[in-house]
């Protein structure tokens, strides 16, 4: 469904997790169990402080799908206090700075690391035009080019690392390596956006930090290189997961967190969607809300080709997150 036999073949071949897996069959596309997954704290020696979370795009029926990140109803409403606390606190830093506006157009610097096995084009060594693209993309789908709401941010890229590292590939979501990885290439303030790029555990195609107010080192966005305009991941190659995880970096969650009830995602303007969805059902209506599912939206788990938009009210969302977190 989707994966390549080949890209199969490598997912599904010796990468541990400690997270819960969801275990879709091949036939389960559009239906996600209603359970989900949160990894705990990693148990590793250098501990995560508890405020960081992760969040994670996947590709349906691989087989072993891992649902690695999705947030419980507490864990959301831990962020929500987050982030109007630390908004509190940005308000109070700024009286005391005599500034009294917050960002209204940002200019997000962007450090796309390319981890490599080797040489190859397997390997994970694409291309910088590819790197160029997935960069465009962003600016398209966060302007609004793509038939979405025009949001505050563009993106400028600063430089591509290549870093050749076997014992970094593939990416491994929530591992040692991972940590190991952003500690060593992570560049710039709370506000530059670090790309990591290359084959991923776990037939995902990427996963992103939310933010916090105590800059991290895991902080940034980690996609599938192939998921690139461009790339070998079919239905999944224009680039819309690095879309999806940068929104995840600027505090949007899902379109179908929290399901049918309560404050789902914490957006005004995105329908109540049940569960995600996959490739392009249109017309899906899961919950007796007003409105139809919201496949198009890049914060669903659609294909690349179904989805093409952020609301006003994500836009407004991702603003507020920056002024709160991120902005200098
Ligand atoms: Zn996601």
Redesign the pocket.
Known sequence: MGLRPNLLTRRTAGVASTTLALLLSTAAVGVVPAASAFSAAPTEVCVEPADVHS???VKPGSGAEHEPNELTLAETREREADMAAALRERARFRAGAGASTMAAAVTIPVVVHVIQENSTRAGGNIPDSMVNSQINVLNQSFSGATGGASTAFSFQLQKINRVTNPSWYPIVQGSSAERSMKTSLRTGGKNTLNIYLGELSDSLLG??TFPTRKLNSMDGVVVLSESLPGGTATNYNQGDTGT??VG?WLNLY?TFQGGCSGSGDSVSDTAAEASPAYQCPTGRDTCTAPGTDPITNF?DYTYDSCMHQFTAGQASRMLTAWNAYRAA
């Open positions: 969040d994670a795009r996963w992103a999806h995880e995840h899902h914060m």
